[in-house]
Structures are given as structure tokens and as C-alpha cells.
């Protein structure tokens, strides 16, 4: 079962949120985004040069700031990855 703040429903939208310090408010991305999301997040843990996951994370944070009118760090998304790693299959 996926977590309430951080869940990939049916209809292709994917809310990201994570409890750290801070709370986000979920974040609905296009299912195009969201698959790449999801790609990426394969990618980073898969990828054992830690320059390269960093660049990983950058283009997600990238794509993600087009969707999220917060504050996202890089810190923020390989956060994310790192906490919703097990919900990977």
C-alpha cells in the first residue's frame, strides 16, 4: 500500500509529497511526466556514479518545477526517490 502523501493513482496523476521538515502540497503531473518520474527514479538507484545520479535528480527537478510553484532543491527530489524507492516494482 502506498502512503497517502505520496501515491501514483490510476488515472495517471502522481502526487509527490514527503514528510521531512517540511510537508509539500502534492504535485499533479501529466502522465508523460510522470512516467518519466518513475524512469528516472529506476535510473538513479541503478546508477552507481553519484555525479550522474545528481544529474538524474536535476532533470527531475526540472520537469517537476514546471508543475510545482513551491521551493524544490535537488536535495528534495532524491529525498523523494529515496522514499518512495520501495513503492518501486
Do not use: W
Not at 532533470?59 to 529525498?79: E, S, T, Y
Amino acid at each position: 500500500m502506498v502512503a497517502p502523501e505520496r501515491e501514483f493513482c490510476a488515472h495517471h496523476l502522481f502526487h509527490i509529497g514527503y514528510c521531512s521538515n517540511v510537508l509539500f502540497k502534492p504535485i499533479e503531473l501529466p502522465p508523460a511526466i510522470a512516467r518519466a518520474f518513475v524512469e528516472d527514479m529506476h535510473a538513479f538507484f541503478a546508477e552507481p556514479d553519484a555525479i550522474k545520479q545528481d544529474e538524474i535528480a536535476a532533470r527531475q527537478l526540472h520537469a517537476l518545477r514546471q508543475h510545482h510553484a513551491g521551493k524544490l532543491r535537488l536535495f528534495d527530489v532524491k529525498q523523494m526517490f529515496l522514499q518512495m524507492k520501495d513503492d518501486l516494482a
